[in-house]
């Protein structure tokens, strides 16, 4: 079992940046694929963001690619979502997602089993 627990969204005016983090449980963490995903209000869930175990491999949806930067830190077990130029279309719940099946890299959601709460970055134009 992992848990992930989200933390670092608020209230930003377009422009800005929020830095989230995902603590994990679990001594594989290294192991594990992960990734972000946001749901804003009346839409479905989207990709935004993954990174490979090792953190060799990162990729970016469209919409903020050149904007947003994924990391990792295995001896924290912790990964980051560093969101700069933030913009009103950015506001939604963000989740983060962990891939422990051996899989090194995914951006489906399907792909991932286990899911944090969430945190809520709103953007203020």
């Known amino acids: 079992q992992v848990q992930l627990v989200e933390s670092g969204g608020g209230l930003v005016q377009a422009g800005g940046s929020l830095r989230l983090s995902c603590a994990a449980s679990?001594?594989?963490?290294?192991?594990?694929?992960l990734g972000w995903f946001r749901q804003a209000p009346g839409k479905e869930r989207e990709f935004v963001s993954a990174i490979s175990r090792g953190g060799g491999r990162t990729g970016y949806a469209d919409s903020v690619k050149g904007r947003f930067m994924i990391s990792r830190d295995n001896a924290k077990n912790t990964v980051y979502l560093q969101m700069n130029t933030l913009k009103s279309e950015d506001t939604a719940v963000y989740y983060c997602a962990a891939d422990p099946g051996g899989r090194n890299y995914a951006e489906h959601d399907d792909e991932y089993d286990y899911w944090g709460q969430g945190t809520q970055v709103t953007v203020s134009s």
């Open positions: 679990g001594r594989a963490f290294s192991s594990y694929g």
